[in-house]
C-alpha cells in the first residue's frame, strides 16, 4: 500500500489544522493506520492510532483532548483533526498502515515497529 500525507502547514499558537493520509494499492479496510512525529533532533514519536474499522482509537496524552483520529475508508483516507495547537506540536507528521487481520477489526498500534508501510510525512510548524 502506498500513502501520501497532506495538509501540514504554519500556524499560530491556538489554530487548528486537519492532516490526511491518503491511500492507494490495496484494499484500505484491512489496514489499521496511525500517525507519529518527529522533531528535530528527537525520536519519532507516536501520535495516534485507528483501527481498521475505526470503532477503537488511541491517543498519546501530550495530544489527547486536542486531536482526533478518524477515517472514511469509501476515501481510502484517515484524517488527523488537529486543535489547540502548541508550538510544541512542531514536527513531520507521518501516516503508517498495517495489515490487520483481527476477527472484531478493534486492533490499533502504537510502536511504530508494528507498522509496515510510511507515507513521506508531512511538515506542521506552531508558531508561538
Known amino acids: 500500500v502506498q500513502l501520501q500525507a497532506f495538509g501540514g502547514g504554519l500556524v499560530q499558537a ?11 494499492g490495496r484494499t484500505f479496510s484491512a489496514y489499521s493506520m496511525g ?4 522533531a528535530p533532533g528527537k525520536e519519532r514519536g ?4 485507528i483501527s481498521r474499522s475505526g ?20 476515501k481510502n483516507t484517515v484524517y488527523l483533526q488537529m486543535s489547540s495547537l502548541k ?10 498502515a498495517r ?14 515497529v508494528e507498522y509496515n508501510y510510511w507515507g513521506q510525512g ?3 510548524t506552531v508558531s508561538s
Not at 46 to 49: E, L, N, P, R
Open 99 to 112: 495489515s490487520d487481520t483481527s476477527y472484531s477489526g478493534s486492533r490499533y498500534y502504537t510502536k511504530s
Open 55 to 74: 470503532f477503537g482509537t488511541d491517543y498519546a496524552d501530550s495530544v489527547q483532548g486536542r486531536f482526533t483520529i478518524s477515517r472514511d475508508n469509501a
Open 14 to 24: 491556538g489554530g487548528s489544522l486537519r492532516l490526511s493520509c491518503v491511500a492507494s
Open 35 to 38: 500517525w507519529f512525529r518527529q
Open 46 to 49: 507516536f501520535v495516534s492510532a
Open 122 to 124: 508531512t511538515q506542521v
Open 87 to 96: 508550538p510544541e506540536d512542531t514536527a513531520v507528521y507521518s501516516c503508517a
